[in-house]
T-cell receptor, first 117, second 114 residues
């Protein structure tokens, strides 16, 4: 069985602060994919990043960076110099490497990030 | 390229009724997945269709069903609605349905059951 835990439910920061969103996962699969999605107030989930379990290299994209640590089953997301437009609900998700039955995308409960001006 | 579209955007039904929601994937995408989002349970997987075949199903009762047409458009149906079915229903499409494919989500259908 797969499980994704996002222990933080709500985070509020002031603009320009850095913020880290935590994600811890559980899976019996040895190979899998991890994802982060953003859900702005409009409701549509937007893909941010995909990471496969083979690749533990951290990734940076502009103000966003991701830290994947297989040893601790964590895939944390950091926003540097946060902006008001970053306000949204952020979901971490996990999917097995294979297709077919039981290969579903499992989401965490989400973290509501509020960035105040 | 047009995104994933879902119709209707909002729906109000009463208990016991049935409802059909529609999803048009991005052109060329062959995989469509459905999710239910509620404040209490979060985002839960309903089912996945690929080339008109249900490839995967979540833990929902048989009242929830779906299908996919030859043009990849998909519908989901909920029969004998219950109050607890009130939720945002999200549809997502991907090119081939492979696990590494990112899923592109539609804006959702907000279903309210009274």
């Amino acid at each position: 069985a797969q499980k994704v835990t996002q222990a933080q439910t709500e985070i509020s920061v002031v603009e320009k602060e850095d913020v880290t969103l935590d994600c811890v996962y559980e899976t019996r699969d040895t190979t899998y994919y991890l994802f982060w999605y953003k859900q702005p107030p409009s409701g549509e989930l937007v893909f941010l990043i995909r990471r496969n379990s083979f690749d533990e290299q951290n990734e940076i994209s502009g103000r966003y960076s991701w830290n994947f640590q297989k040893s601790t089953s964590s895939f944390n997301f950091t926003i540097t110099a946060s902006q008001v437009v970053d306000s949204a609900v952020y979901f971490c998700a996990l999917r097995p490497y294979y297709t077919g039955a039981n290969s579903k995308l499992t989401f965490g409960k989400g973290i509501t990030l509020s960035v105040r001006p | 390229k047009a995104g994933v579209t879902q119709t209707p955007r909002y729906l109000i039904k009463t208990r016991g009724q049935q409802v059909t929601l529609s999803c048009s994937p991005i052109s060329g995408h062959r995989s469509v997945s459905w999710y239910q989002q509620t404040p209490g349970q979060g985002l839960q997987f309903l089912f996945e269709y690929f080339s008109e075949t249900q490839r995967n199903k979540g833990n929902f009762p048989g009242r929830f069903s779906g299908r996919q047409f030859s043009n990849s458009r998909s519908e989901m149906n909920v029969s004998t609605l219950e109050l607890g079915d009130s939720a945002l229903y999200l549809c997502a499409s991907s090119s081939s349905g492979e696990p590494y494919n990112e899923q592109f989500f539609g804006p959702g259908t907000r279903l309210t059951v009274l």
